[in-house]
Each structure stands twice: as structure tokens, then as C-alpha cells.
């Protein structure tokens, strides 16, 4: 028989709230004979506060057991900026080697976007993990005086590019579009650049059904706000990606519906899936968060780990659901998960 | 009695076609007795395929005696990614201190925006011009190999960093909301992220009626699009800057409106005016590219040089000029150039 063992860290804020039903929904859509067993981890910040440990070698060892592990969100103003980022996130992105950053975009009908005209949006974001300017390379010196200097990394290695870059190919190839656009700042950055665009010149040579584009990622903000309908695909670096990625889910039905996927492709760790929103503070513990963002991510889960007719079951009953509230009261976070978890059930 | 000394770079593709616009509507707002010298550059695409220069010393020397530069575009895909651009366009601003790197974003009644329900904006981004990403420090090891690594490395200064977030507050202490962003990514960027963060704070200390905030790099293009009226002066990075202001453009009312001012604000060397958009060789040598991001940069220009009511003036005819042709079918470059020298020398 079959089964899915879940770390699941719900972390601060809101986090705690969306978790709880996107639980709720992975419940209710897994087959009777599906095993599924969740511990709960407690870092954040209150952890944090408690104990100074943000993420230990014993957590990793410990969370290195599970299939998968859902997280909510981390981050909260009583704790300095970069801490948890640096010492929770990012570190268990690195530890966990999850390389592919996973994040879709989808426009439902129906659902509000700050664009006119309701345009046409359908597309991934694999933003690589691993490296770019997110390795914490750097430093500084004479700091806090006036001839301080300081300094930020960004590596790129042949190795990183490519199998972020043969994944996206992957990707494309499987749509039905079969597009993909590189986006970076190659005219700028040269020597990052042209590791980016040989690599990714030479890897388009196995995918020859698959179309290829370039654009700057400046350019790139443009077109997510005037033409959207024109990207499929897209890779890009670990920054760029992190920028892009949240005027994507702005355009698409805003940050309360973006899921994202923290991929180890190879599964030699446990991969990571969250909501793209951080965890809101100022309407924690009101009820008011939507859990939809969150619930999509248990949908990139579940497709991970290969429940791919329960994946599509989660996407179809949000779809659903997103077009019937449009226009409608906001509802309460458990009535959402409540009616998401009615809908895959039934 | 009074005179202006300008270089002219028009440069590539609708490069040409512009800048001849923008002299128009200089010529036509300048009083009589201010004596209007031009020399003409001609640097970018051609000059390098025939002489494999992009920028010499000589250049350099020649540039400097003048007391302002005014630059189409330079760029054609002829020529390698990056070499016009790091040969040039990024040396020019490096040698001549342009520090400040102004990008004023304004949405005029009437006018396009991707935006639904016409938002108000009306911001100034102060791009930092001389560190950041933007130094070309960094380089390629192993390169073309299945072992390349290629660093890209952000330089950032105590000294760089305060001259530029001292510039902002002061613009933003002569504005009527008197409100200054920092936008960076310090949570994850934290060498650099420190350093801006605390000179910002610091620095803040001399503008008590200055309200301030910070953002997220990500977050920013969120609000970039959802919330733009929240934002009155911005202070960033150079990628940062570069990333934000071309998503401020196409917000507020597209690349064809978008002015920027690349200065000295010493006036060590004569600071640099361009339309933030390329050179567009798809539409070059037709007559369609709208002179208005030129026209407007010469408004940055003769503000610069102390000429406040002409400034004035091309602004206010550039406003009329837009409003009235809201709707309307597109004219010609020269058209437009037309118009607005009629109206500003009225
Ligand atoms: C919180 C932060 C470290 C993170 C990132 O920059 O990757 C977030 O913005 C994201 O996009 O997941
Ligand atoms: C062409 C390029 C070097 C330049 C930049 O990145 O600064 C451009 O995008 C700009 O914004 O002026």
C-alpha cells in the first residue's frame, strides 16, 4: 500500500492558517488506501527567539527522511531581516539541493488582475535554485565607516546551468506551446551571461521541436505587463527569478493564488513546496489569508511525488472555485479550505 | 550673454530619428540669446564595424569639454551582446561619475497604461549609476567547458552609496510628499543590503521631514503594479534600478515617454540625457519611433543646466501634446517633434 510521509512547517504568521487547510485538502483528495503521515516542525520565529537555532544539522537529518515537505511561511518583523532568510530558507534550499525553483502563473477567468483587459497568461517559471547571486559569496570590510565596502557574489557554474536549463527544456517540450525564453542581462553581465546563453544554446540543440527566445530581464518586466500571452516558458537565474516571479504572480490573480515548488528533480533530498507569499504579519491569526496559494503548492506536491490525478483534481476544484468568488465577499481562510476540500472529495 | 555646448550621440537605429526631434524643440525653446553649439558623435554600430572602437580616450577627452551630452540609442544586433553596451553606454557612464541615474515615471491624463482604472503615478527612481552589478568585476574560469564558473561581483561603497542616497533625499525633500523608498533585497543580499540599509538610516537623519520606507526588489514590482501612486522618490541599486525602471515605463505610459538623466551632480564632467528605451531596429529609418522620451530628456537636460522655465515649458507642452493626441492614430517622428517645438516656442 501506498503512502506520503509530510514534513510540515507551518512556520509564523499567516503560515500556520494556510497550512492548516492545505492539509485540510490533501486529506480529502487522497485515495482511501494513500497512507498519509505528517509530522510538525516548529522553526520560525519563535523558535528563533527560544533557542537562537534557526535550522540545525539535527533538523536537516531529520527532515532528510520525509517524501516531501509543505511549508507555509517564514519571516516576522521581531526578528532582524536576513536571519531566517539566510538561516532557515535559503539554507534548506541549499542543503536540499533544490535546484529547480518551480513556480507557475495562470490567469483564471474571472479572477481580478491590475491589468486591463484580461489578458491571456499561461506560463512556468523555472528559476534556478542554487547559485547566482543567492550563495552568500561576498563580504565586507571597514564596516560601519565611511570607506566600507561590501560585496555580493554571484556564481554560476556550467554544472548549475545546465540541469536547470535541460529541465526547463523538459518542461517546454511537454506543453503544448512548446516555448522557451531565457531571461537575463547578458549585455551586462557577460561573464555570467555568456555561461547562461552558450548553455542554453547548446542544450536547445536536443529539443529542436522546442522554440527558443531571449530577452533582458528589464525588457522581461515589460512584456509580464503588456504582453504576457507571449511567454510558455521561461528560465532564468536564482535573482531574477525571485524578481519576476512576483510581478508574475501580481499580473496572474496576485500573490494570495502562487504557488511555487522548491525542486530537487533527482529526489536525493526531500523536496519543498510553499506558497510564494511571505507570511503577512499584519492579518495573522485574522482568518482573513487566503489559503488557495498554498493549496496549489500541495498540488505541485502531489505531482511531484506522482499523484498526478489527484494534482489535477486540487487545480480543476480551484479553478472552479476561483471562478465562481470572483466578484463575490471575501471568505474566511477555513471557508476556502473548506470548500476546496468539498470539491476534491466529491 | 549665454551658451549651451552640447555632444550629440544619436547613435543607432531610431537613435538618428529621435535625437533630430529632440534639437528641434531645443532649438525652438531657447532664448534668443542663448547661443546653442552641437557637435556631433558618431558613435555605436558603425563606427565600430569600421573601426573596431567603441569609446577611446580621445573620445573621452573630446566629450569632456562639452557642457552636456545629449544620446539617442546605441545598439544593433550587428554587433556581439554586450560589447556596445560595456564598450560604451556603461563606460561613458563610469568614466564621466554618472552617479545619479534619474528616471522620473509620470502617467499624464489620457495617456496608455497597461494598468486597469488609470492609476495615479507620478515617481522618480534614483538609480545609483557607478557600482552594483554594473562594475564588470568578475570573470570565467574553464571557460566553454563542462567546468566553467563565471562570477559576477557587486561592488558597493560607504562613498557611492551615501553621495547617491543623499541626492535622493534632497529630491525628495523639494517634493510636495516629500517620501523616499529604498528598495534592495537585504534580506537575502546582506552584505550590500547592510550597507544601503544603514547608510539610508543615517542619512535619513538630515531629512527629519523626509517619510521613509523600504522594499523588497520582488515586492516593489508587486506594487509596481497594484499600488504605483504609493511611491514618490525611489532610491536602488544599479540592476535593481535598471529592472524597476523599465517596468515603471511600461506602467507609465510605455518606453516611448520614459526620459533619464545620466549626472554628474558635481558637473566634474558633463553629465549624459537619453530616452530609457533601445534602438529598436525593427522600426528604425520608418518615421514611427515617438520622440517623445527625447524630448523629455532634453527637459532633464536644460534643468540640469539651471534653464528651469525652458524645462518647464517642453514638460508642459509634452502634457498638452499627450493629452490631446490620446485616442488618437499614431504620427510620424517628425510630427510630434513638429508640434512640440510649436507649442513650446508659442
Ligand atoms: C524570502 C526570500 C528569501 C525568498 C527569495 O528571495 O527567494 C522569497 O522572496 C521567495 O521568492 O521565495
Ligand atoms: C543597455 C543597458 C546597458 C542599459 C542598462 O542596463 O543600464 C539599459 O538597459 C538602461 O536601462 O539604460
Keep these: 500500500s501506498r503512502s506520503i510521509d509530510l514534513a510540515v512547517i507551518p512556520g509564523d504568521g499567516i503560515g500556520q492558517e494556510v497550512v492548516a487547510e492545505g492539509l485540510k485538502v490533501l486529506s480529502a483528495v487522497l485515495p482511501q488506501d494513500v497512507k498519509l ?13 527560544a533557542t537562537g537555532e534557526t535550522l540545525t ?9 520525509h517524501d516531501a515537505i509543505l511549508l507555509g ?3 516576522d518583523p521581531s526578528v532582524p531581516s536576513g536571519v531566517l532568510e539566510r538561516g532557515f530558507l535559503l539554507k534548506l534550499r541549499f542543503a536540499f539541493d533544490h535546484h529547480v525553483n518551480l513556480r507557475p502563473s495562470k490567469l483564471l477567468p474571472g479572477v481580478a488582475t491590475p491589468l486591463a483587459g484580461q489578458p491571456e497568461i499561461d506560463f512556468v517559471v523555472v528559476r534556478e535554485g542554487t547559485e547566482g547571486p543567492y550563495t552568500g559569496n561576498g563580504g565586507t570590510i571597514r564596516k560601519g565607516t565611511e570607506h ?27 506543453r503544448p506551446r512548446k516555448k522557451l525564453t531565457l531571461v537575463h542581462k547578458n549585455n551586462v553581465l557577460t561573464f555570467a551571461g555568456h555561461l547562461w546563453t552558450n548553455v542554453f544554446n547548446k542544450v536547445a540543440e536536443e529539443f529542436p521541436e522546442v ?9 522581461a518586466t515589460i512584456y509580464l505587463v503588456t504582453d504576457p500571452a507571449r511567454f510558455d516558458v521561461i528560465v532564468t537565474d536564482n535573482l531574477f527569478g525571485d524578481i519576476i516571479t512576483d510581478l508574475a504572480a501580481a499580473v496572474s490573480g496576485g500573490i494570495g493564488v502562487a504557488a511555487s515548488g522548491n525542486i530537487n528533480p533527482g529526489r536525493e533530498f526531500p523536496s519543498m ?10 492579518i495573522a491569526g485574522q482568518g482573513k489569508a487566503d489559503p488557495t496559494a498554498t493549496v496549489l503548492s500541495v498540488a505541485l506536491l502531489l505531482r511531484h511525488l506522482g499523484y498526478d490525478a489527484e494534482a489535477d483534481r486540487i487545480d480543476a476544484a480551484v479553478t472552479a472555485d476561483l471562478t465562481e468568488r470572483a466578484g463575490k465577499p471575501a471568505r474566511a481562510t477555513s471557508e476556502i479550505g473548506d470548500a476546496l476540500a468539498a470539491r476534491v472529495a466529491g
Design 273 to 282: 513546496f510553499e506558497p510564494v507569499h511571505g507570511s503577512a504579519p499584519d
Design 37 to 49: 503521515e505528517t509530522r510538525e516542525y516548529d522553526f520560525g520565529a519563535k523558535r528563533y527567539h
Design 211 to 219: 522554440t527558443t527566445d531571449y530577452i533582458h530581464v528589464d525588457a
Design 73 to 75: 511561511a517564514i519571516g
Design 148 to 174: 566600507e565596502v561590501a560585496t555580493e557574489v554571484s556564481v554560476n557554474t556550467a554544472f548549475g546551468v545546465e540541469r536547470v536549463v535541460r529541465d526547463a527544456f523538459a518542461r517546454a517540450q511537454a
Design 57 to 65: 544539522d539535527a533538523d536537516l537529518d531529520s527532515l532528510k527522511r
